[in-house]
């Protein structure tokens, strides 16, 4: 038996990602035989749970990234002697 924890030994990880894929597909696939009644139209299409939770996440990434850039400091801020 591996001494590494069940959740980063590499066959669990794919096995995670395999069943999340397949949970995933189940849910998009449901709308198929559940009707869905939208509220402001464009929450009707099909998927669009998945779809508009995908583009905002990728959205929140490069969001986060450009708040990055705009507000690191310098590798040596913290060793900069302050000179007054």
């Known amino acids: 038996m591996s001494d590494q924890h069940w959740l980063v030994r590499p066959a669990t990880i ?19 035989f559940i009707k869905i009644k939208p ?28 708040i990055g850039y705009v507000v690191k400091r310098s590798e040596f801020y913290y060793s900069e002697e302050d000179h007054d």
């Open 14 to 32: 794919r096995k995670l990602w395999i069943g999340l894929a397949v949970l995933l597909g189940l849910l998009v696939a449901a709308q198929f």
């Open 39 to 66: 509220t402001v139209g464009m929450d009707g299409t099909f998927g669009f749970g998945a779809w508009f939770g995908f583009f905002s996440c990728v959205a929140m990434v490069l969001f986060a990234k450009l």
